[in-house]
T-cell receptor, first 112, second 112 residues
């Protein structure tokens, strides 16, 4: 069983619409959850972190966490062409918070 | 805004040669990491380093790999005898606490 699973995409969303990215994880003791954005050929860029159940909003981004369902999502409102990238879901375990486990990422394409 | 820097941006080496990848973490960060990403694959954890010692390493981080913090600013990854399968992007990351890791731009290692 893969530790962090994401749909590889591509996910195509019209400009101005809401993009919804999903992720599931297998380890129930996972404690910290992150979304990174990675442009082609570039390094991962941290855009959101979430640690407790519920929603966390930061500008156009909202992260949602449901530990009972082992599910984390990222919503991007008012999608812009510059949001076109691969979005990496990442988790750490409570006992080893320094090791991030990444999913393979979802490619997002915003259609102008 | 402070950022992690890495040198060189691209390193070409022959199989069996030693390489040293260099990183300058964000200055007030205490936790340091190396990750790698083989082309088209997910980002993989290699090693974490805190208080001048390795705190965790993955199964990838075998005896051919070593890390060092030779002074107050640099953090290096050494691969003693490179193999073809070591070709990848190598990312250094740092964090103030053991989460929310910030990545450098990466070094592309090509082993021929």
């Amino acid at each position: 069983q893969k530790e962090v699973e994401q749909n590889s995409g591509p996910l195509s969303v019209p400009e101005g619409a809401i993009a919804s990215l999903n992720c599931t994880y297998s380890d129930r003791v996972s404690q910290s959850f992150f979304w990174y954005r990675q442009y082609s050929g570039k390094s991962p860029e941290l855009i959101m972190s979430i640690y407790s159940n519920g929603d966390k909003e930061d500008g156009r981004f909202t992260a949602q966490l449901n530990k009972a369902s082992q599910y984390v999502s990222l919503l991007i409102r008012d999608s812009q062409p510059s949001d076109s990238a691969t979005y990496l879901c990442a988790v750490t375990r409570a006992d080893r918070d320094d090791k991030i486990i990444f999913g393979k990422g979802t490619r997002l394409h915003i259609l102008p | 805004e402070p950022e992690v820097t890495q040198t060189p941006s691209h390193q070409v080496t022959q199989m069996g040669q030693e390489v040293i990848l260099r990183c300058v973490p964000i200055s007030n960060h205490l936790y340091f990491y190396w990750y790698r990403q083989i082309l088209g694959q997910k980002v993989e954890f290699l090693v974490s380093f805190y208080n001048n010692e390795i705190s965790e390493k993955s199964e990838i981080f075998d005896d051919q790999f070593s890390v060092e913090r030779p002074d107050g600013s640099n953090f290096t990854l050494k691969i003693r005898s490179t193999k073809l399968e070591d070709s990848a992007m190598y990312f250094c990351a740092s964090s103030k606490f053991p989460y929310e890791q910030y990545f450098g731009p990466g070094t592309r290692l090509t082993v021929t």
